[in-house]
T-cell receptor
Framework: GAVVSQHPSRVICKSGTSVKIECRSL??????MFWYRQFPKKSLMLMAT?????????EQGVEKDKFLINHASLTLSTLTVTSAHPEDSSFYIC????????????FGNGTRLTVT | QKEVEQNSGPLSVPEGAIASLNCTYS??????FFWYRQYSGKSPELIMS????GDKEDGRFTAQLNKASQYVSLLIRDSQPSDSATYLC?????????????FGAGTQVVVTP
């Protein structure tokens, strides 16, 4: 149980374009999802907390207008990287947990974004 | 001071030996503790959860929690080359509502044949 599906797994785009990444909880309802970013050989960096039906909460230093998060249903959250630039190239990972409090986070497989 | 601290490694372990990983945390009210394994280029996968003081065993993995000392550890017995990965310690202070998961930077484990 507790499967999180993330799509696409890999995307290459040109500078200035936008990219949408989808994160779905397949067998549970996720009122809260988390979006992380990870650079090579670095630790996970929380970007934002996505709450179903409300605005996402962004971590300090994360541009909300650049990284648009929508959590329209209990099973789907999307991250859109707008006007992508090469410095946005990174590994983006979503995660979710089905039950509040003590449950672990389950991660999607991640999206490798390369901006050329 | 980081909220969750781990030795970055690499921790080199001979095949068949025991790998011992440690993690300390600063938030005394933390209630839930997790170990994740992350292979290079992949996302983290959950390998252990522990909530109470003491030991919890699952196959070749044993998690140990000591809330008074604010540390949690992971033992990997009979280490295999496939155990070579980065191990992330995660802590959550929530009991009945969402808290923010805090992750350590990870310990790289290298199992040598």
């Amino acid at each position: 149980g507790a499967v999180v599906s993330q799509h696409p797994s890999r995307v290459i785009c040109k500078s200035g374009t936008s990219v949408k990444i989808e994160c779905r909880s397949l067998d549970f309802q996720a009122t809260t999802m988390f979006w992380y970013r990870q650079f090579p050989k670095k630790s996970l960096m929380l970007m934002a907390t996505s709450n179903e039906g409300s605005k996402a909460t962004y971590e300090q230093g994360v541009e909300k207008d650049k990284f648009l998060i929508n959590h329209a249903s209990l099973t789907l959250s999307t991250l859109t990287v707008t006007s992508a630039h090469p410095e946005d190239s990174s590994f983006y990972i979503c995660s979710a947990s089905g039950v509040q409090g003590r449950s672990p986070l389950h991660f999607g497989n991640g999206t490798r974004l390369t901006v050329t | 001071q980081k909220e969750v601290e781990q030795n970055s490694g690499p921790l080199s372990v001979p095949e068949g030996a025991i790998a011992s990983l440690n993690c300390t945390y600063s938030d005394r009210v933390s209630q839930s503790f997790f170990w994740y394994r992350q292979y290079s280029g992949k996302s983290p996968e959950l390998i252990m959860s522990i909530y109470s003081n003491g030991d919890k065993e699952d196959g070749r993995f044993t998690a140990q929690l000591n809330k008074a000392s604010q540390y949690v550890s992971l033992l990997i017995r009979d280490s295999q080359p496939s155990d070579s990965a980065t191990y992330l310690c995660a802590v959550n202070g929530a009991t009945d509502s969402w808290g923010k998961f805090q992750f350590g930077a990870g310990t790289q484990v290298v199992v040598t044949p």
